[in-house]
Antibody
């Protein structure tokens, strides 16, 4: 089955860290760029970070640059998001999304169901 | 970053209505514009890519048009399952951005 399954969300204190994972199946994972997209409570969708198929090219929204790190393990068909120095405004449902062959021109044709991150003391 | 602005922010309509949502880019993005439908508690769903291409499996009542800075999503005859929030997303820049969303509600 073609799917993405996120894990790793939870409650973390401000300033803390969390690592999200996204397990992919049913397609050739290493071929496609992947991204993380989040939705804060009552807000719209916000693209967070993206990575090329080979893992060498990475991209970040200004709101997370320097705090979050995206990576992938193509041998495990898994995407990661390491989140450090977390803030209350990072609280959101985080979605993993499959893009195209490159980040430019990409659109997300497969999404996971999301994992909830809550940053609170 | 390329700013994407949708209008209206919310819209009330009835089953059977024709509805149009607009999306304006802060600079020309050619045809690098995609549309998504999002329902509460569900994953977003791709409707239209490259401004006017219908994603496989999406009903033909959905259509997209535009290029440059101005784009539209049209639903030709609203069905009950279409009440949701709709987002545009530009992919001209590798720093991707979404519009703020348009909430489509039942009148």
């Amino acid at each position: 089955e073609v799917q993405l399954v996120e894990s790793g969300g939870g409650l973390v204190q401000p300033g803390g860290s969390l690592r999200l994972s996204c397990a992919a199946s049913g397609f050739t994972f290493s071929t496609y760029a992947m991204s993380w997209v989040r939705q804060a409570p009552g807000k719209g969708l916000e693209w967070v970070s993206g990575i090329g198929g080979g893992g060498r090219s990475t991209y970040y929204a200004d709101s997370v640059k320097g705090r979050f790190t995206i990576s992938r393990d193509n041998s495990k068909n898994t995407l990661y998001l390491q989140m450090n120095s977390l803030r209350a405004e990072d609280s959101a449902v985080y979605y993993c999304a499959k893009g195209g062959l490159t980040m430019a021109g990409t659109y997300f044709d497969l999404w996971g169901r999301g994992t909830l991150v809550t940053v609170s003391s | 970053d390329i700013q994407m602005t949708q209008s209206p922010s919310s819209l009330s309509a009835s089953v059977g209505d024709r509805v149009t949502i607009t999306c304006r880019a802060g600079q020309s993005i050619s045809s690098s514009l995609n549309w998504y439908q999002h329902k509460p508690g569900k994953a977003p769903n791709l409707l239209i890519y490259a401004a006017s291409s219908l994603q496989t499996g999406v009903p033909s009542r959905f259509s997209g048009s535009g290029s440059g800075t101005d784009f539209t999503l049209t639903i030709s005859s609203l069905q009950p399952e279409d009440f949701a929030t709709y987002y545009c997303q530009q992919s001209y820049s590798t720093l991707l951005t979404f519009g703020q969303g348009t909430r489509l509600e039942i009148k």
